[in-house]
Nanobody, 123 residues
Framework: QVQLVESGGGLVQAGDSLRLSCAASGLTFSTYLMAWFRQAPGKERAFVTSISSSGRFTRYADSVKGRFTISRDNANNMVYLQMNSLKPEDTAVYYC????????????????WGQGTQVTVSS
């Protein structure tokens, strides 16, 4: 079965960096668009960034542009989220998601989800 397993979350201070990883299995990874979403307490799950199946195209939420970078390694079925200049408002559970279709910003457009990894940024 399809599994997406996130790792790399933790507690950091404002201005620090973190790199999240997502290991995928059970799917033809190179044919899936991959994305990161996040969900803060009491809020809906929100789009952060996505990357095309080839890795050539990316999209970012305005709130993370210039600070976060998504990348993927199709040879090893991995997707990454490099987060720099972290802010307290980046505190959330971060989820990896896979979509067989085209770019989308809505959670309902994604077929598979990981269990999430907690990122906490203190001020």
């Amino acid at each position: 079965q399809v599994q997406l397993v996130e790792s790399g979350g933790g507690l950091v201070q404002a201005g620090d960096s973190l790199r999240l990883s997502c290991a995928a299995s059970g799917l033809t990874f190179s044919t899936y668009l991959m994305a990161w979403f996040r969900q803060a307490p009491g809020k809906e799950r929100a789009f952060v960034t996505s990357i095309s199946s080839s890795g050539r195209f990316t999209r970012y939420a305005d709130s993370v542009k210039g600070r976060f970078t998504i990348s993927r390694d199709n040879a090893n079925n991995m997707v990454y989220l490099q987060m720099n200049s972290l802010k307290p408002e980046d505190t959330a559970v971060y989820y990896c998601a896979a979509n067989r279709g085209s770019f989308g910003n809505m959670p309902g457009e994604y077929d598979y989800w990981g269990q999430g990894t907690q990122v906490t940024v203190s001020s």
